[in-house]
T-cell receptor, first 114, second 113 residues
C-alpha cells in the first residue's frame, strides 16, 4: 500500500543536540511538507518542498532545516537553535498542480527533551 | 491573510447524539475546504473535502457544505458513535499559490456510551 512513513515514532533530544526526523513516501507525490503540532493548537507549517532540490520556509522555519535530495524523502533536522522543540511533528505529501488535492499525512514523530 | 476559525472544544456527546462543529474561513476567491480527523497518537486522515461553492463533502456519515455566502464549512453527523472520538481539524487551501494547508485549532470530540 502507498503511504507516508515517519520514523522514529518517539525521539528524545539532549540539550545542544541536532536530531533528524525521517519522512519517506511512495505515493509518487511531488510536494512534501513538515508541520509542528503543539497541544491544543492547530498545525503550523515549518517547511515545504514542491520539487526535488528545492524547498521553501513556512511560518515557523527558525531552528529547523530540511533537504530534498530525492523525491521520496524529506528529512527534517531540529537544530540546537530551536529552543522549544518538544512537539508532535507531522509530515505530509500531495500532488502538485491540482489545488484541490488533499495532503496525505504520516503518523507523526513525537519529540521530547531529555 | 488566509485563516480558519474553528469552534473551540472540547465537545462531549452521548452516543447517537447529533454533532455540529462550526468552521468559518477567511480567504480570497474560492479556496478548497477540508475536514481532517486525528485519532489518538496518529497522524491526520482526510475525512471529507469540497472544492467549490455549494459542494457537499461526505464520508462515514459526516457531511459539510461549502457556503460561500457565510464563508463556512460546518461539520455535521446525525448520530455519533464512540469510535468517532477524535480531534477534528478544519482546513483550507487557497485558490492560488502553493498547495499549502491553513488549519483551524482543532476540536476534540468525546463520545460517551
Amino acid at each position: 500500500d502507498g503511504g507516508i512513513t515517519q520514523s522514529p515514532k518517539y525521539l528524545f533530544r539532549k540539550e545542544g543536540q541536532n536530531v533528524t526526523l525521517s519522512c519517506e513516501q511512495n505515493l509518487n507525490h511531488d510536494a512534501m511538507y513538515w508541520y509542528r503540532q503543539d497541544p491544543g493548537q492547530g498545525l503550523r507549517l515549518i517547511y515545504y518542498s514542491q520539487i526535488v532540490n528545492d524547498f521553501q520556509k513556512g511560518d515557523i522555519a527558525e531552528g529547523y532545516s530540511v533537504s530534498r535530495e530525492k523525491k521520496e524523502s524529506f528529512p527534517l533536522t531540529v537544530t540546537s537553535a530551536q529552543k522549544n522543540p518538544t512537539a508532535f511533528y507531522l509530515c505530509a505529501s500531495s500532488i502538485v498542480g491540482h489545488l484541490n488535492q488533499p495532503q496525505h499525512f504520516g503518523d507523526g514523530t513525537r519529540l521530547s527533551i531529555l | 491573510g488566509d485563516s480558519v476559525t474553528q469552534m473551540e472544544g472540547p465537545v462531549t456527546l452521548s452516543e447517537e447524539a447529533f454533532l455540529t462543529i462550526n468552521c468559518t474561513y477567511t480567504a480570497t476567491g474560492y479556496p478548497s475546504l477540508f475536514w481532517y480527523v486525528q485519532y489518538p497518537g496518529e497522524g491526520l486522515q482526510l475525512l471529507l473535502k469540497a472544492t467549490k461553492a455549494d459542494d457537499k463533502g461526505s464520508n462515514k456519515g459526516f457531511e459539510a457544505t461549502y457556503r460561500k455566502e457565510t464563508t463556512s464549512f460546518h461539520l455535521e453527523k446525525g448520530s455519533v458513535q464512540v469510535s468517532d472520538s477524535a480531534v477534528y481539524f478544519c482546513a483550507l487551501t487557497p485558490q492560488t499559490g502553493a498547495n499549502n494547508l491553513f488549519f483551524g485549532t482543532g476540536t476534540r470530540l468525546t463520545v460517551i456510551p
